[in-house]
C-alpha cells in the first residue's frame, strides 16, 4: 500500500511532483528504489530539474474546425528550439487534441489523452528529448454562435496569434480585424473593457500634463476629457484608426460591412516573462551540450 508518508519521502528525495510521486510507488508497488527509476526512465526527473530554467521563447497559433477554434501558446528556453520541427509538431498535438476536447483550463488540457499517456506526459518525453524547458503557457477554448464568425492571423511564424469573433461580418473582414490586432497591440477590445481604475489614473496624468503646460486648474480639467478619448484610441481595438483606412474607426469599419465584434484575442510569445539573453551561438552550444 502506498502511503502519504511515502509519496513525501520520494518527493523530498526526487523534487517531481506528488501526483508523479504516487504514480510512481503506485506502478512499482511502493518500492522506493524501483519509484526512483520509473521517474527517470519516464523523464520526469530531468523536467523536474528544468522548472526553474526560462522559458519565454516559444510559438503561439490557432486551431479551428467548424465553429470552434482552439488559441495557445508554448514556450521553449531558446529560439533555436521553438523553429525545430518536432517542436511544431508538438504544438499542433496539443491543439488539435484540445479542438477535439471539451476542456476548458489547463489542468483538464494537460490531463487530456495523447498517445499512450496525456498531454503532461508529452510534454515531459519532449523536455526530456530537446534538453530544453518547455511549458505550456495558455489556452482559450471558443465556440462561435449562430452568425458569427472567425477571423486570425499568426505573425512572424508564430511569435503573435490574433484570433477575433465577428458576429454579421464575412471571414475577410475578420481576418482584417485579426491583422489590426496582432499589429497595433490594444490592450483592450472596446472602452467598456478598460477598468475604471486605468481611466481615473490617465484622467489624473492628463490633468497633471495640463497643468505643467501651465494650463489653469479649470482649462486642465476641461482638456482631460479630449486627451483621455485619444488614449482609448491607442489602447481600444474598436476606437483604433483601421490600419488600411485612417478615417474609419476599427469599429465603424466593422459596422459599415454589417458587422460587431464580439471577441478579440491577442497572444504574444513571452509577453509580460523575464527573457533569457543567450545569443544564437551560445543556444546551438547549449544544445550541442545537452543542457
Same mark, same amino acid.
Given at each position: 500500500?502506498?502511503?502519504?508518508?511515502?509519496?513525501?519521502?520520494?518527493?523530498?528525495?526526487? &523534487?517531481?511532483?506528488?501526483?508523479?510521486?504516487?504514480?510512481?510507488l503506485?506502478?512499482?508497488?511502493?518500492?522506493?528504489?524501483?519509484? *526512483?527509476?520509473?521517474? !527517470?526512465?519516464?523523464?520526469?526527473?530531468? %523536467?523536474?530539474?528544468?522548472?526553474? !530554467?526560462?522559458?519565454?521563447?516559444?510559438?503561439?497559433?490557432?486551431?479551428?474546425?467548424?465553429?470552434?477554434?482552439?488559441i495557445?501558446?508554448?514556450?521553449?528556453?531558446?529560439?533555436?528550439?521553438?523553429?525545430?520541427?518536432?517542436?511544431?509538431?508538438?504544438?499542433? =498535438?496539443?491543439?488539435?487534441?484540445?479542438?477535439?476536447?471539451? %476542456?476548458?483550463?489547463m489542468?483538464?488540457?494537460?490531463? $487530456?489523452?495523447?498517445?499512450?499517456?496525456?498531454?503532461?506526459?508529452?510534454?515531459?518525453?519532449?523536455?526530456?528529448?530537446?534538453?530544453?524547458?518547455?511549458?505550456? !503557457?495558455?489556452?482559450?477554448?471558443?465556440?462561435?454562435? *449562430?452568425?458569427?464568425?472567425?477571423?486570425?492571423?499568426?505573425?512572424?511564424?508564430?511569435?503573435?496569434?490574433?484570433?477575433?469573433?465577428?458576429?454579421?461580418?464575412n471571414?475577410?473582414?475578420?481576418?482584417?480585424?485579426?491583422?489590426?490586432?496582432?499589429?497595433?497591440?490594444?490592450?483592450?477590445?472596446?472602452?467598456?473593457?478598460?477598468?475604471?481604475?486605468?481611466?481615473?489614473?490617465? !484622467?489624473?496624468? +492628463?490633468?497633471?500634463?495640463?497643468?505643467?503646460?501651465?494650463?489653469?486648474?479649470?482649462?486642465?480639467?476641461?482638456?482631460?476629457?479630449?486627451?483621455?478619448?485619444?488614449?482609448?484610441? *491607442?489602447?481600444?481595438?474598436?476606437?483604433?484608426p483601421?490600419?488600411?483606412? &485612417?478615417? $474609419?474607426?476599427?469599429?465603424n469599419?466593422?459596422?459599415?460591412?454589417?458587422?460587431?465584434?464580439?471577441?478579440?484575442?491577442?497572444y504574444?510569445? &513571452?509577453?509580460?516573462?523575464?527573457?533569457?539573453?543567450?545569443?544564437?551561438? +551560445?543556444e546551438?552550444?547549449?544544445?550541442?551540450? &545537452? =543542457?
Open positions: 500500500m502506498v502511503t502519504a508518508a511515502m509519496v513525501k519521502e520520494l518527493r523530498e528525495k526526487t &523534487g517531481a511532483g506528488m501526483l508523479d510521486c504516487k504514480k510512481a503506485v506502478e512499482t508497488n511502493g518500492d522506493m528504489t524501483k519509484a *526512483e527509476d520509473y521517474l !527517470r526512465e519516464k523523464g520526469i526527473l530531468k %523536467a523536474t530539474k528544468k522548472e526553474s !530554467r526560462i522559458a519565454a521563447e516559444g510559438l503561439a497559433n490557432i486551431y479551428t474546425n467548424e465553429n470552434k477554434a482552439v495557445l501558446e508554448v514556450n521553449s528556453e531558446t529560439d533555436f528550439v521553438s523553429k525545430n520541427e518536432e517542436f511544431k509538431t508538438m504544438i499542433d =498535438n496539443i491543439g488539435n487534441t484540445i479542438l477535439n476536447s471539451d %476542456a476548458k483550463t489542468d483538464e488540457a494537460m490531463a $487530456l489523452s495523447f498517445e499512450d499517456g496525456t498531454i503532461k506526459d508529452l510534454l515531459v518525453a519532449k523536455i526530456a528529448k530537446i534538453g530544453e524547458k518547455l511549458s505550456f !503557457r495558455r489556452f482559450e477554448s471558443v465556440t462561435l454562435n *449562430e452568425g458569427e464568425c472567425f477571423g486570425k492571423y499568426i505573425h512572424m511564424g508564430g511569435k503573435i496569434a490574433s484570433l477575433v469573433v465577428l458576429k454579421g461580418a471571414e475577410s473582414v475578420a481576418k482584417d480585424v485579426a491583422m489590426q490586432q496582432a499589429a497595433m497591440k490594444p490592450l483592450y477590445t472596446s472602452i467598456k473593457d478598460v477598468p475604471e481604475s486605468v481611466v481615473a489614473r490617465e !484622467r489624473e496624468i +492628463q490633468k497633471e500634463a495640463a497643468v505643467n503646460e501651465g494650463k489653469s486648474p479649470e482649462i486642465a480639467e476641461k482638456m482631460v476629457e479630449g486627451r483621455v478619448q485619444k488614449y482609448f484610441k *491607442e489602447i481600444c481595438l474598436t476606437e483604433q483601421f490600419i488600411k483606412d &485612417g478615417s $474609419l474607426s476599427v469599429a469599419y466593422v459596422k459599415n460591412n454589417g458587422g460587431e465584434i464580439v471577441l478579440a484575442i491577442r504574444e510569445v &513571452g509577453e509580460g516573462m523575464e527573457k533569457r539573453n543567450d545569443d544564437f551561438a +551560445q546551438v552550444m547549449n544544445q550541442v551540450k &545537452g =543542457n
